[in-house]
């Protein structure tokens, strides 16, 4: 096989690969109640001018692998791709080692927010404060607005994940693994912020 035509296959294995891991990562979100119907959104860097995201208006947890939408890093996304796509793009332009971004409406998280405007405490848990070692906070605004997308690429330039007021949560990942890993770390740092807050009531 010629070096070329090698290349090209590895390209269409790699992207078949990523397609099904999306997939899989949406139907877990679901599972686990961190997204709701055609809640959140999530994508992976193909390569570092290529990312594949999930399409708007779909629920996440019954995603097939066709429906993930090619994206351009630098170019408006296509109508089909999801809401958020201004804001991934955004992200992987700034954060060149960012390989995956995961945004879900946890409910503990959400609730914590809610409730005074905490985010949740890394360092409340030893894994918290390995696997997310700081979060961010974004105030609101419109969302799919390009004015969120540039607030929270600013705020994932410092931190792996920040909070959306009166949103959810945005984590990116060097893997679509380590992504989904932060977002579900925040949510159970986010029930122990409640519990805490519970008992010194
Ligand atoms: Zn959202």
């Known amino acids: 096989m010629g070096a070329g035509l090698q290349g090209r296959a590895v390209r269409i294995w790699r992207e078949a690969r990523v397609r099904s891991e999306l997939v899989a990562a949406g139907a877990l979100l679901a599972r686990r109640g961190l997204i709701r119907h055609a809640e959140g959104n999530l994508s992976c860097r193909l390569d570092p001018r290529h990312?594949?995201?999930t399409p708007r208006g779909v629920a996440k947890g019954l995603l097939t692998a066709p429906d993930l939408v090619l994206?351009?890093?630098?170019q408006a996304p296509p109508a089909e791709a999801s809401s958020e796509a201004w804001l991934h793009?955004?992200?992987y332009r700034r954060i060149p080692l960012v390989a995956a971004l995961v945004h879900a409406h946890p409910p503990a998280l959400l609730a914590l927010e809610h409730g005074g405007g905490q985010v949740p405490d890394p360092r409340d848990l030893q894994e918290?404060?390995?696997l997310v070692g700081s979060v961010a906070f974004v105030?609101?605004?419109?969302p799919g607005s390009r004015e969120l997308a540039q607030a929270c690429a600013v705020a994932l330039t410092e931190s792996p994940v920040a909070v959306l007021s009166r949103h959810g949560v945005v984590a990116w990942g060097h893997d679509l693994g380590e992504a989904l890993a932060r977002v579900e770390a925040v949510e159970l740092l986010a029930a122990v912020g409640?519990?805490?807050r519970e008992a010194g009531r």
Do not use: K
């Not at 105030?139 to 419109?142: H, I, K, V």
């Open 128 to 130: 918290g404060e390995l």
């Open 89 to 91: 793009l955004e992200v």
């Open 51 to 53: 990312v594949l995201i």
């Open 139 to 142: 105030p609101a605004y419109p």
């Open 194 to 196: 409640l519990a805490g």
């Open 71 to 74: 994206c351009e890093v630098g």
